[in-house]
């Protein structure tokens, strides 16, 4: 049995559940009901400590779609939902481990130590493998499901892609043309209308921003709207906020 050991200052909080749609609801007792009968919970009822389930889309998969400008673009589809619970207060009162367990890159580092840099990288919890020919990315491929094999570690085939030429990694497209942008973040981007508030400047500063390296000139453009999120000044979206916001799309859609 896993233990959470908490700092004796904090009280226990026992936080309302939110409301879920019928929907969602029905798939959070079909998940619970799936732990349930795997044995990796198990229902108690005298718990000082009560967190709420939140729901969130899941992104499986792939589809190409046709944006505005009639290209194919890769775009990762969201059919299915996560069930995760708020553990944000229980967090806050857990005593911390002198030798806490490592994170899962570290994990994915150590299992393929003998092989980053020479067929594959490792970011978070994505790993990427490649190589220089078909039959080289292949024999690669081999040695690292070799590996996961040995370690039991389980991979989900729906966001597995095999053999391809191109794809969408940590946001960015890479080829044998090098690292492009995502096109389908870029038309999202391209699509927003003015920001109505601090708030949504500063969102679509960092969604652009992301890119920034691609657009050029980008910090001198966005210096302009920068000064809205300054606490001292009024928020009014004028005629030069909107012409630095439409430059800023103008030369996002040139990426």
Same mark, same amino acid.
């Given at each position: 049995?896993?233990?959470?050991?908490?700092?004796?200052?904090?009280?226990?909080?026992?936080?309302?559940?939110?409301?879920?749609?019928?929907?969602?609801?029905?798939?959070?007792?079909?998940?619970?009901?799936?732990?349930?009968?795997?044995?990796? =919970?198990?229902?108690?009822?005298?718990?000082?400590?009560?967190?709420?389930? +939140?729901?969130?889309? $899941?992104?499986? *998969?792939?589809?190409?779609?046709?944006? +505005?400008?009639?290209?194919?673009?890769?775009?990762? /589809? +969201?059919?299915?939902? #996560?069930?995760? /619970?708020?553990? #944000?207060?229980?967090?806050?009162?857990?005593?911390?481990?002198?030798?806490?367990?490592?994170?899962?890159?570290?994990? %994915?580092?150590?299992?393929? !130590?003998?092989?980053? &840099?020479?067929?594959?990288?490792?970011?978070?919890?994505?790993?990427?493998?490649?190589?220089? !020919?078909?039959?080289?990315?292949?024999?690669? %491929?081999?040695?690292?499901?070799?590996?996961?094999? @040995?370690?039991?570690?389980?991979?989900?085939?729906?966001?597995?892609?095999?053999?391809?030429?191109? *794809? =969408?990694? %940590?946001?960015?497209?890479?080829?044998? #043309?090098?690292?492009?942008?995502? $096109?389908?973040?870029?038309?999202?981007?391209?699509?927003?209308?003015?920001?109505?508030?601090?708030?949504?400047?500063?969102?679509?500063?960092?969604?652009?921003?992301?890119?920034?390296?691609?657009?050029?000139?980008?910090?001198?453009?966005?210096?302009?709207?920068? $000064?809205?999120?300054?606490? &001292?000044?009024?928020?009014?979206?004028? @005629?030069?906020? @909107?012409?630095?916001?439409? &430059?800023?799309? #103008? %030369?996002?859609?040139?990426?």
């Amino acid at each position: 049995m896993h233990r959470i050991l908490l700092e004796d200052e904090f009280r226990p909080v026992r936080q309302p559940q939110r409301r879920l749609n019928p929907t969602i609801l029905d798939m959070v007792k079909k998940e619970v009901t799936k732990l349930l009968a795997a044995g990796i =919970i198990y229902p108690i009822f005298d718990s000082k400590w009560v967190s709420p389930v +939140q729901v969130v889309p $899941k992104k499986t *998969g792939m589809t190409v779609v046709r944006n +505005q400008d009639v290209e194919l673009v890769p775009t990762r /589809v +969201q059919n299915s939902w #996560r069930v995760c /619970v708020d553990y #944000r207060r229980l967090n806050q009162a857990t005593r911390k481990d002198h030798f806490p367990l490592p994170f899962i890159d570290q994990v %994915l580092e150590n299992i393929f !130590s003998d092989l980053l &840099e020479s067929c594959m990288e490792v970011f978070m919890d994505d790993f990427t493998v490649y190589g220089s !020919s078909f039959d080289a990315c292949l024999e690669s %491929l081999s040695r690292v499901l070799d590996k996961c094999i @040995q370690t039991n570690l389980v991979l989900n085939f729906e966001k597995c892609h095999f053999m391809v030429t191109h *794809g =969408i990694v %940590l946001g960015h497209l890479v080829s044998s #043309r090098g690292i492009e942008v995502d $096109k389908a973040k870029i038309d999202i981007i391209a699509s927003l209308p003015y920001p109505a508030s601090v708030r949504e400047v500063r969102s679509f500063l960092g969604h652009a921003g992301f890119y920034r390296r691609f657009i050029q000139d980008f910090s001198k453009i966005a210096l302009s709207l920068s $000064k809205l999120l300054q606490k &001292e000044v009024e928020f009014i979206f004028d @005629q030069p906020y @909107q012409l630095a916001f439409k &430059e800023s799309l #103008r %030369l996002i859609r040139l990426r």
